[in-house]
């Protein structure tokens, strides 16, 4: 009996501290802070109609160097890739036979020069003693001939001595222009020929060529807009590259050359840029991207692509009102700009679009929004102001 009291009193004490907590004021919840996030406020930039070309840059003139004697290699005076400037010697040839050559040319023309002074001697006493008739007209005759044949016995002597010079001087293998020196493909000691093949070759980079195709309706275009020249059009263009590593190439460039025909295989034309290039940036062989643009445009409103998300209604980015909340906006958008894309339709200028912190936030809640720039040609962020409660 007396446990179940004790039961009874200690069910009656639960009671009532339920009672008395349900009677309690109910707790506040607990506050949170807006979520950071950085945004990139629009600007309007004037947007040039433009296109893109896979474009391949070239040497703007190449030359191989090749032996014009046959002769060993005594010595390379160049280092392979480096710069060579014109008139430098780059390398020397074994001349022992060429100075043989020559001398035996030099001693040969002796010889045929001094024939020649013995037969106009002769012919000189011939025709004196003829007047007289102590000479035959035969004879006279004879005496000609020998004298023309001695002088085309010294003009091939001095032919033969030009020659055997110029050999002389080809043991010597100089730089034609000023240019980059590519591979040696001989070494000291080998033996090489005009048909050995070139024993390396120099390029000009400086300017540089870039070559692109465009379709025949382009080029009909190109034709229609009365343009008789590429330099004659180049003046309302405005031509740059991209480079392979994204990065944008500081020097513009003209165009240079339209072919007069097309190429029966792939329906393009073959054109041809020219870009300045006097730090040897850009090499011949690589694989470029060419943007042409007019030299006019329009205001058009920029939107960097790290903003833009996708789905399946559609592209979107998050915007930042004038409440700090977060507001989403479709839109449609035109050519890449860089890091930045074209908006046709959905932005105007000075809308705060977020550009950092998108995977914390929703449409409808308020944020605290610190204000960014955008590198337009990296899509690097830069720190601009403070954040915005």
Not at 193 to 199: Q, R
Not at 295 to 317: D, H, M, N, R, Y
Request: net charge negative.
């Amino acid at each position: 009996m007396e446990g179940y009291k004790k039961f009874r009193i200690a069910v009656v004490s639960l009671c009532a501290v339920l009672l008395l907590a349900g009677c309690s004021e109910p707790q506040e919840p607990k506050q949170t802070s807006p979520v950071a996030v950085s945004v990139v406020v629009l600007e309007a930039s004037e947007i040039r109609p433009s296109r893109e070309f896979v474009a391949r840059t070239a040497a703007s003139a190449k030359a191989d160097i090749t032996p014009r004697i046959e002769a060993e290699i005594r010595e390379i005076l160049f280092t392979e890739g480096a710069k060579v400037s014109q008139g430098e010697l780059l390398i020397r040839l074994e001349d022992t036979r060429a100075s043989a050559d020559l001398q035996q040319a030099d001693a040969e023309l002796a010889a045929a020069r001094a024939e020649v002074d013995s037969a106009s001697r002769n012919l000189k006493r011939g025709e004196e003693v003829s007047e007289k008739g102590f000479l035959s007209a035969a004879d006279l005759d004879k005496l000609k001939d020998r004298f023309s044949a001695a002088e085309s016995r010294l003009q091939a002597a001095q032919a033969a001595v030009q020659k055997a010079g110029s050999n002389l001087e080809y043991s010597e293998i100089r730089a034609p222009f000023d240019g980059w020196i590519g591979r040696l493909n001989y070494d000291v000691g080998a033996v090489v020929s005009p048909s050995s093949g070139a024993i390396t070759s120099i390029q000009v980079t400086d300017p540089v060529y870039v070559e692109f195709q465009i379709n025949e309706a382009d080029f009909i275009n190109f034709r229609r807009r009365g343009a008789e020249s590429a330099q004659a059009l180049s003046r309302s263009l405005g031509l740059y590259l991209t480079l392979p590593d994204g990065e944008r190439y500081e020097q513009p460039g003209v165009l240079d050359f339209a072919d007069v025909q097309t190429d029966a295989s792939t329906g393009t034309v073959e054109m041809r840029a020219v870009f300045p290039n006097p730090d040897a940036v850009l090499v011949p062989g690589l694989y470029v991207t060419l943007r042409v643009e007019g030299q006019s445009g329009e205001a058009k409103v920029l939107v960097p692509q790290v903003a833009v998300q996708e789905t399946i209604e559609g592209k979107f980015v998050l915007v930042v009102d004038d409440q700090n909340q977060v507001a989403q906006h479709f839109i449609q958008t035109g050519s890449r700009e860089g890091a930045l894309l074209v908006v046709n339709s959905g932005l105007e200028a000075g809308d705060q679009v977020i550009v950092e912190g998108l995977q914390k936030v929703r449409p409808g809640v308020t944020v605290s929004a610190a204000q960014k720039q955008i590198d337009p040609q990296t899509g690097a962020l830069i720190q601009t102001g403070e954040a915005s409660q």
